[in-house]
């Protein structure tokens, strides 16, 4: 799950991507399109064709809905500050600022737009989350 503290990541963020598209996937397929699509503000073509290409195009908050119907997993909008807590958390354990995080990031945000991200005054796509989470545990000792 996501949203648990992790000490390791794949060699990519594209491989750590692909190991949560699974996990998604698997619950979208346990509990169907429909009963989600009606239980969830996601509708039925992303539910039905979320995959690894698909899957970073979700809010963190999406991919919360759809985590939140594993079994013994907690609400959406605790497994959210779980996983902004962790990454918190994270760059703690690894030593890590924002400037630190921007400068190994893949992706195109600067050091103010990731604190906001990371501390939820600015939305942040599941995409940003998973090259965020694998900077920081990737550094972390």
Known sequence: MFHEQRMTVPDTPADLRAEYAADLASIVDRHGV?????????????????????????????????????????????????????????????????????SELELELDAKEIQQKLERRAPMSFEEYVHLQFVIVDAAP
């Open 34 to 102: 429909d009963e989600l699509a009606d239980g969830t503000a996601l509708d039925r073509d992303t539910l039905a064709n979320l995959g690894h290409e698909t899957v970073g195009t979700l809010s963190l908050e999406d991919a919360a809905e759809i985590q939140a119907r594993a079994e013994s997993a907690p609400d959406a909008d605790t497994i959210v500050t779980m996983a902004c807590e962790h990454l918190l958390l994270g760059m703690s354990t690894a030593v890590l600022d924002v400037d630190a995080v921007e």
